[in-house]
Nanobody, 122 residues
Framework: QLKLVESGGALALPGGSLKLTCLGS????????VGWFRQAPWKEREGVAC????????TNADSVKGRFVIRRDNRKNEVYLEMNSLIPEDTGVYYC???????????????WGQGTQVAVSS
């Protein structure tokens, strides 16, 4: 059974950092493009960053502006989202997902995790 599990969400102060982890089970993440998405209350799900099967990367420059880094560790079958200089607008549920294209569009991804909550507040 293909499964993705996100972890690492927490309450953080503005200016702080968090590291989210996406663990794949039942399949190898390095065969897929893996994306991180987020959904704030009353907003549509938004693509944050995607790492391709050959480590090409796409990021949502408008929303993360170089603050977030996506990387993968194939030995651990994990993909990470390292979030720095957090702002309250980063609050939301963060999801990882796998797909067959390097994309930031949720419709391009077929398997999703359950999400992990990130809250940025003082």
């Amino acid at each position: 059974q293909l499964k993705l599990v996100e972890s690492g969400g927490a309450l953080a102060l503005p200016g702080g950092s968090l590291k989210l982890t996406c663990l794949g089970s039942g399949f190898l993440l390095d065969n897929y493009h893996v994306g991180w998405f987020r959904q704030a209350p009353w907003k549509e799900r938004e693509g944050v960053a995607c790492i391709g099967a050959h480590n090409r990367i796409r990021t949502n420059a408008d929303s993360v502006k170089g603050r977030f880094v996506i990387r993968r560790d194939n030995r651990k079958n994990e993909v990470y989202l390292e979030m720095n200089s957090l702002i309250p607008e980063d609050t939301g549920v963060y999801y990882c997902a796998v797909g067959r294209v390097l994309s930031l569009h949720p419709a391009d991804f077929t398997t999703w995790g359950q999400g992990t909550q990130v809250a940025v507040s003082s």
